[in-house]
């Protein structure tokens, strides 16, 4: 018999704080604090066509625990910061209809030093 492998949902994420950020109490009840991460993007590897001009990614980063919201609320806008969570997705709905998108959950989130 073959062993399946086993799945993991695991993002691990070094970018810059944009914006500040913001603290939201759901219709929960739950507080959770929401921050944009904007990740550069690789150059295209020798030989690869470039598919996209895009050259960042920005990312939304949620914190739930009581600890990581703390962290997370003293963020200045600019700071680098290295990130890990489980990648979520979300849905809301508004005026025109539902929409969804993709949240890292966040497990962890340190500051890091700028490069000399």
Do not use: K
């Amino acid at each position: 018999m073959t062993q399946q492998p086993s799945h993991q949902n695991l993002v691990s994420l070094i970018g810059r704080v944009s914006g500040t950020p913001e603290q939201r109490t759901l219709p929960s009840g739950d507080e959770i604090v929401t921050f944009r991460l904007v990740v550069r993007r690789d150059p295209p590897r020798a030989g690869a066509r470039a598919r996209s001009r895009q050259t960042v990614d920005t990312i939304e980063c949620v914190a739930w625990t009581a600890r990581l919201r703390r962290t997370v609320t003293r963020l200045e806008d600019g700071a680098t910061v290295a990130v890990t969570g489980c990648l979520r997705r979300r849905f809301s709905r508004a005026a025109g209809g539902g929409q969804s998108w993709y949240a890292v959950e966040l497990a962890s989130c340190s500051a890091v030093a700028a490069a000399q």
